[in-house]
């Protein structure tokens, strides 16, 4: 049972960097989210998807890019690193809508120095 | 939206009982209740729809406020694994009308042996 997969699990950038988070779930899941956890901040919702080809912007979407080309993959993208991204970033996938619970991976430590 | 959550910190005894509490003016078509391990991603304990409902799981209790404004969850006999970062979750509309699940800030979970 592998739900969720995020890669990689930790990572160090330069600012002005650019980077690629993948997500990669295996529940046939239609819905999937991109998150950033900030200490005292919860979470915050960066991007999402409904389906396959489609995505949406969430909470704090600037300076990030996604794309769901497959179904089962969510791609998340920093084209130009700044020290205000560092975060631990999180993918979850539901079945059908938000009420859904989710299912989330083990998540990826970033930091930008 | 905003979920506030109370407390932000708790420290207690093994064998002790504990409420955490989620509050918000927003009304939410459910709540969800997660906690999150160190290193990992949160995972869904109880998942709350109607007004009012009352949840058990295990030693764990939740209930959706009548208004759809408020929760808790109670953990009775408290153990060690208990321990890691509480979110409430609620599932309500942004400012586009699109449906959204927003995060309270977390409660963080210590216990003493």
């Known amino acids: 049972n592998a739900g969720v997969t995020q890669t990689p699990k930790f990572r160090v950038l330069k600012t002005g960097q650019s980077m690629t988070l993948l997500c990669a779930q295996d529940?046939?899941?239609?819905?999937m989210y991109w998150y950033r956890q900030d200490p005292g901040m919860g979470l915050r919702l960066i991007h999402y998807s409904v389906g396959e080809g489609t995505t949406a912007k969430g909470e704090v979407p600037d300076g990030y890019n996604v794309s769901r080309l497959k179904k089962q993959n969510f791609l998340l993208g920093l084209e130009s690193a700044a020290p205000s991204q560092t975060s631990v970033y999180f993918c979850?996938?539901?079945?059908?809508?938000?009420?859904?619970?989710?299912?989330f991976g083990n998540g990826t430590r970033l930091t930008v120095t | 939206q905003l979920l506030e959550q109370s407390p932000q910190f708790l420290s207690i005894q093994e064998g002790e009982n504990l409420t955490v509490y989620c509050n918000s003016s927003s009304v939410f078509s459910s709540l969800q209740w997660y906690r999150q391990e160190p290193g990992e991603g949160p995972v869904l304990l109880i998942a709350l729809y109607k007004a009012g409902e009352l949840t058990s799981n295990g030693r764990l209790t939740a209930q959706f406020g009548i208004t759809r404004k408020d929760s808790f969850l109670n953990i009775s006999a408290s153990i060690p694994s208990d321990v890691g970062i509480y979110f409430c979750a609620g599932q309500g509309l942004d400012k586009s009308g699109a449906q959204k699940l927003v995060f309270g800030q977390g409660t963080r979970l210590t216990i003493n042996p």
């Open positions: 979850a996938s539901s079945y059908r809508d938000v009420n859904s619970p989710l299912h």
């Open positions: 529940m046939n899941h239609e819905y």
